[in-house]
């Protein structure tokens, strides 16, 4: 099977914005120091782990050495019994002289997952003039825990401005049909998924990374229609089985409702989130005089997705102008993402989004971190403790309690959690900007 990669969530980006991308040091050729491309590195204080457990279909682990000069670093698992190469990952360019950190699939070089069982982990280095290190090697045994399910639909979290009730917007079904169809209908609002409330994404997004594979679970939804909510249930696939695109589906959704906003949105969602903002852009503008609240989020998550931060704070704090919209805690927390990406560290934003719901892990999560970046480790720790109690799974959440940690002097425990932030999330620039900027940063 394929490993599955990408994940879609709330802020596509912001969690880079919320720890200071821009602390990233690029290391050209010219920095790495006079005379060190000619000398032949050294590897030492290897870190692999023996036993290496991870999630079917997500799985993957850190190699860690210390480097002698800068150098390029080589990873390679083996057949430990013919010595075959597996698969090969290597850092993109020269790393700096120190401690080094690689993220590494448990994929061969198709892409499939690797069986569970005996690997051996190959590790080089290599200069920029082909001076290469003496390799080490160490052996590590892989295992697997159950796999989780793909949710095979796509929804939109309904906002106050919809008159619909709390939940997600089902705006087009995939293709699997044990999965979905059958069950839930275009058109549904789900409340309920696998018995928790799902009125608020995050609380939404929690739910369906916890689904479990080829097991039914229950939802509840409202029916356009229907008078009682429609309980039924659905079995997910293992989530390695692919789920959309869901483009076509969502355009011939909205050619059929042309009258109904909510499938408008659904589509404009899915655009930002494939980078088709001037589709979203025209469908926000289609729509603004009815659902102003509404496309005031759409335009502020376009110009968040082209970068463009002054315009998206003006545009979430627009969103807040319709009286019904001000209850709705994805508002201030965008604004807060806004606000950190422009440089401006404001954790009250995501305090605020936190008042309208002390459910939510991620604005916890976010909280810290703007307190991190603000120069406050103390409530940065707290907050992050309550987003580890909320949502222990959630990386966002063991990345920010793992660096309060280690800003408030418990590096090793710090270190644990956000090395286990980095190999459970799916986002792997996130992972990459974890490691640069953090861990190889608090183990020298």
């Known amino acids: 099977m394929r490993l599955l990669t990408g994940s879609r969530s709330r802020s596509l980006g912001a969690f880079g914005a919320a720890l200071g991308i821009s602390a990233l040091t690029c290391f050209s050729a010219a920095s790495l120091g006079a005379g060190a491309v000619s000398t032949t590195p050294v590897l030492s204080s290897i870190i692999v782990g023996s036993h290496v457990s991870g999630q079917q279909g997500h799985a993957q682990f850190l190699v860690g050495v210390r480097l002698s000069i800068p150098a390029k670093v080589i990873v390679r698992i083996l057949n430990p019994h013919t010595h075959k190469i597996l698969s090969t990952i290597a850092t993109p360019q020269p790393h700096r002289k120190g401690r080094a950190f690689v993220l590494v699939q448990a994929t061969d070089s198709r892409g499939y997952q690797l069986l569970p069982g005996a690997y051996t982990v190959w590790i080089g280095a290599r200069t920029a003039a082909g001076k290469n290190a003496v390799p080490v090697t160490r052996a590590m045994t892989l295992s697997y825990t159950a796999p989780r399910g793909v949710f095979d639909a796509y929804t939109v979290p309904v906002t106050p401005e919809l008159g619909l009730p709390a939940g997600q917007f089902v705006g087009a079904l995939g293709t699997q049909p044990v999965a979905t169809h059958g069950a839930l209908h275009v058109g549904d609002v789900i409340t309920t998924l696998n018995g928790v409330p799902v009125g608020n994404q995050n609380t939404f997004n929690r739910v369906i990374r916890t689904l479990p594979a080829n097991a039914p679970i229950a939802v509840v939804a409202i029916r356009s229609g229907v008078s009682a909510p429609i309980s039924t249930t659905i079995t997910p696939l293992p989530d390695w089985n692919p789920s959309g695109p869901f483009g076509s589906a969502l355009a011939a959704n909205v050619n059929s409702n042309k009258t109904k906003f909510t499938y408008a949105y659904a589509q404009a969602e899915y655009a930002i989130q494939s980078g088709d903002t001037q589709t979203a852009s025209r469908i ?160 020298p």
């Open 284 to 443: 926000s503008g289609a729509w603004a005089s009815q659902y102003p609240g509404t496309t005031d989020i759409l335009n502020a998550q376009v110009a968040a997705r082209l970068k463009q931060w002054a315009a998206a704070a003006s545009n979430w704090a627009n969103a807040l102008t319709p009286t019904n919209m001000r209850g709705y805690s994805a508002i201030p927390f965008g604004i807060g993402i806004a606000n950190t990406a422009l440089g401006h560290q404001n954790p009250l934003a995501f305090v605020a989004a936190e008042a309208f719901d002390p459910s939510d892990a991620t604005a916890f999560s976010y909280e810290a971190l703007a307190w991190i970046q603000y120069g406050a480790p103390q409530p940065a720790l707290a907050a992050a403790r309550i987003a580890r109690a909320l949502d222990a799974l959630n990386p966002d959440s063991l990345a920010a309690y793992g660096l309060a940690l280690i800003r408030t002097g418990n590096p090793r425990s710090g270190v644990i959690l956000l090395k286990s932030a980095i190999v459970t999330t799916d986002d792997r620039s996130r992972a990459q900007m974890l490691i640069t900027t953090y861990l190889e940063q608090a183990n």
